[in-house]
């Protein structure tokens, strides 16, 4: 089943009744213009089960313990956001998987070897993927990317990921051929930010699901990064996040914020139609098939890991 991605972008109160996630607005609750029937209509329930991400935006969102306890028990993510409205946390649970303890030992076991033909497997198909966007939007030859992606070696010693990056980016929006891509960079750096941010959180998500330790990674290895696993493994994703950018983009003749409208676009990265191991799948879905591939590469049972290939 297809999980939830909940967005709350105005004053709201959670809180938790009979396993139901329960929403309740005290503008609406306050408000003494309104009939009484009206304000109980207003409170709504959705069950816990059916939550995959929680996206929480305004600084007067109330949520009790409860709600979070039952979120996390579901292995649902959950996304805080600062000032500028731009994810900032991630909460994820502890224990995602009975076989814990075991899958850990497996991850913190995989050789060195191991993790240089894994990343080599990422970023052949990250670079595979870039080609496929840039297919349908540059205006220039691309072949070199077939080619870099086929180069590639274990480990990705001459930093192909990198000379492809810089290529990708130079050549993506044809009418913005200045775009530089940086964090803290102009337009429409916030859309691509927003939409990594809630893709490494399905990643992370699903790794803890699969019983993998989403901080100890096959190539980043940031002493600072919480996430070093999830930003690995997402990296074949991102070309689906670039090409929802480019479809909003192209959807909106001007922009000069990241408004709610463009926001509800990018919640839709969930059930983004993705194709992997042959078949057609949400994105939310194929990660968890990215994930389970992965640990039966610690498992030592495969040696591939499972990518989704755009089309």
């Known amino acids: ?97 009975t076989l814990q303890n075991e899958r850990f030992r497996d991850q913190l076991g995989a050789s060195l070897p191991l993790q240089k033909q894994l990343w080599q497997q990422t970023v052949r198909q990250k670079i595979l993927n870039q080609h496929t966007v840039l297919a349908h939007n540059a205006t220039t030859e691309i072949n070199c990317m077939k080619v870099w992606a086929n180069d590639v070696r274990s480990g990705d010693p001459t930093n192909l990921e990198a000379r492809a990056a810089a290529f990708y980016w130079r050549h993506i929006f044809p009418d913005n051929p200045n775009f530089v891509r940086d964090r803290e960079g102009e337009q429409p750096n916030d859309l691509l930010n927003y939409g990594y941010a809630i893709l490494r959180a399905i990643i992370a998500r699903s790794l803890v699901g699969s019983g993998l330790l989403p901080t100890l990674g096959i190539h980043h290895h940031n002493r600072y990064n919480a996430y070093c696993l999830a930003d690995d493994i997402m990296e074949p994703y991102r070309p689906y996040v670039d090409r929802l950018v480019i479809q909003i983009l192209h959807e909106t003749d001007t922009y000069t914020t990241l408004d709610k409208g463009m926001k509800a676009k990018l919640l839709s990265i969930p059930v983004l139609d993705v194709v992997i191991e042959g078949k057609r799948s949400p994105l939310m879905i194929a990660a968890t098939l990215t994930t389970a591939s992965l640990y039966r590469c610690f498992k030592g049972e495969t040696r591939h890991i499972s990518y989704p290939q755009m089309e």
């Not at 709201?12 to 109980?40: I, W």
């Open 1 to 97: 089943m297809i999980k939830k991605t909940l967005y709350f972008g105005n004053p709201a109160y959670l809180s938790l009744k009979n396993k139901q996630l329960v929403l309740r607005l005290p503008e609406v609750e306050g408000s003494s213009n309104l009939p009484d029937t009206f304000k109980q209509e207003a409170t709504r329930t959705i069950p816990i089960e059916d939550i995959g991400v929680v996206i929480l935006d305004n600084k007067q969102i109330t949520i009790t313990s409860g709600v979070m306890e039952a979120m996390l028990d579901n292995n649902c993510a959950i996304i805080t956001c600062d000032s500028k409205s731009m994810p900032v946390g991630l909460m994820l649970p502890l224990c995602g998987n």
